[in-house]
């Protein structure tokens, strides 16, 4: 059974959220989605933000970030052991290749990135520039016309 809904309501009285709309369909879509390895999306402050990603058994080269219109995907495969080859008994430590991807909001930033016991932590940070802030608009007594 499919659920489907409208978000046409909530675009009657908005003008430029049409990216909305494309984010809740590819959430929808990517309901299934594989959940390794497991992250958390942390906020310290109101414009600070951390993603900590399980890393256990990759090194820095295993791993790739790239931020490209304002998606953040995070790729992981490791690489050839060489002549180092090892017969498990058992493994229960996953190192299978990975990709997460995390939409970014309007003036997100990724600021540092580090790999510290088996936990890949991505700093974040908006920075809103000053033309994108709130600013009060007075109101005139005189009708001003555009020519």
Known sequence: MTTAFSLAPLFRHSVGFDRFND?????????????YPPYN???HGD?????VIAAAGFLEEDLDLQVEKGVLTVTGSKRDA???????????I????FKLSF?????????????AN???NIEL???????????????????NVLN
């Open 23 to 35: 984010l809740f369909e590819s959430a929808a879509r990517n309901e299934s989605g594989s959940s």
């Open 41 to 43: 999306v942390e906020r």
């Open 47 to 51: 414009d600070q933000y951390r993603i």
């Open 82 to 92: 060489g002549a180092n080859e090892v017969t498990y008994l058992h493994q229960g």
């Open 94 to 97: 996953a190192q299978r290749a």
């Open 103 to 115: 939409r970014l909001a309007d003036h997100i930033e990724v600021k540092a990135a580090g790999l």
């Open 118 to 120: 088996g936990l890949l």
């Open 125 to 143: 940070l908006r920075l809103v520039p000053e033309e994108a802030k709130a600013k009060r608009i007075p109101i005139n007594g005189e009708a």
